[in-house]
């Protein structure tokens, strides 16, 4: 397993990113500039069709499409009138021919949590959770995106009986105003901003009680700079917002209009290409500005397992529950590793490397619950 000290000295390019760097490259040549922006008089209206007929006329990475990610965005924002008919569909998910196939691969962790359960007998479960989308719903405005009182209740329920931490996208103060649980770990930043517990429980007793670590320290003043830019270059684009995550910037495209997208791209870019020590990543709904060092939510799993003493062991099942494509870094640390259980939420069929699925925050709440029925069982402590 690669040390900690050795996971903050790499700088790494995930595979998601290759489809944006190079539209961001394609973007800067003057030869191509012309087909990506939108002509003067058309003002920040972008039309899709010449939009299209650009990014299909240029391969990237070995043959992978520009517009692979734009239909990455279309997917993870659709519009109004898309998402009314997503959430009817979803209705009907079960009985989907492609979802049930999608399920054999990745059974629901509901209805297999007794074989979850065997196979972390004898060993120390420690829960890893997302926030939005896991733990709370997805809604148009980031900022009220409240987890419920009865996932709070069972949050801090299996933090009486687990080491439990929160790896969010977000800055780490705010994930921690909404969960508002001073005995979990909080990592902020998608791990780069991690926080020990404030609340002395039976688990913290651990070398990991306390402990600080932000790896992208440096960055901070680039990433100010960058936060003040895109706030004003952004303020033309309706329904656009920024969100300072301290180590990461969001730039959230939930409510802006599918047709300005590439404007809101290339404003971006705009901004980023004097910044080539941070890189553009594309999560749910949202474009993430990061630091272009080797750290994402796998690299915040393990140091917080190596922190709590379990870096080594055999003897551990880390659990992890996530709903974005962030959260399969934790999950390919998972695989790799060979121990615990991935979990994703979703209702659909998605390319994942979790082992199990779950379809909502509700029955993620459920999940827990019925992990703390089973740990209060004498039976479990066999």
Request: net charge positive; aromatic share 8%.
């Amino acid at each position: 397993m690669i040390s900690i000290k050795e996971m903050g000295k790499q700088n790494v390019i995930v595979p998601e990113e290759l489809a944006v760097k190079s539209m961001m490259a394609i973007a800067a040549d003057p030869a191509h500039r012309s087909a990506l922006l939108p002509p003067r008089s058309a003002g920040l209206v972008v039309g899709c069709t010449s939009y299209k007929r650009f990014v299909t006329q240029h391969d990237v990475g070995g043959g992978a499409r520009i517009n692979a990610w734009v239909d990455s965005m279309r997917a993870s924002s659709p519009t109004h009138a898309k998402a009314a008919a997503a959430l009817s569909a979803s209705l009907e998910a079960s009985h989907d021919e492609k979802y049930h196939k999608w399920v054999k691969q990745h059974p629901s962790a509901l209805s297999n949590f007794d074989d979850i359960v065997a196979a972390s007998k004898g060993k120390q479960i420690v829960m890893f959770l997302d926030y939005d989308g896991t733990l709370s719903p997805i809604v148009d405005d980031p900022d009220r995106a409240f987890m419920s009182d009865a996932m709070r209740e069972a949050v801090r329920d299996a933090a009486r009986h687990f080491p439990t931490a929160i790896v969010s996208g977000r800055c780490r103060d705010k994930v921690f105003s909404f969960v508002r649980l001073r005995e979990l770990y909080y990592a902020g930043s998608h791990g780069m901003d991690i926080k020990g517990p404030s609340k002395t429980t039976k688990h913290t007793k651990a070398k990991g009680k306390g402990v600080l670590f932000q790896p992208a320290s440096e960055f901070l003043p680039m990433l100010d700079e960058v936060h003040k830019a895109l706030l004003q270059k952004t303020e033309l684009i309706p329904g656009s917002r920024v969100e300072n995550n301290t180590f990461s910037l969001s730039v959230h495209f939930r409510c802006v209009d599918e047709k300005i997208w590439s404007s809101l791209a290339e404003m971006v870019r705009s901004v980023l290409k004097d910044y080539p020590n941070l890189r553009l990543t594309l999560g749910r709904k949202v474009l993430e500005v990061r630091p272009s060092i080797k750290w994402d939510k796998g690299k915040a799993l393990e140091f917080l397992l190596e922190s709590l003493g379990f870096g080594d062991r055999n003897d551990v099942f880390p659990v992890y529950i996530g709903d974005d494509r962030t959260d399969e870094d934790a999950f390919m640390v998972l695989r790799d590793r060979g121990q615990g259980a991935g979990i994703l939420v979703s209702k659909f069929a998605k390319e994942t490397h979790a082992s199990y699925s779950i379809r909502e925050p509700a029955e993620v709440k459920e999940f827990l619950s019925r992990l703390v029925g089973w740990k209060r069982l004498p039976s479990s402590k066999n």
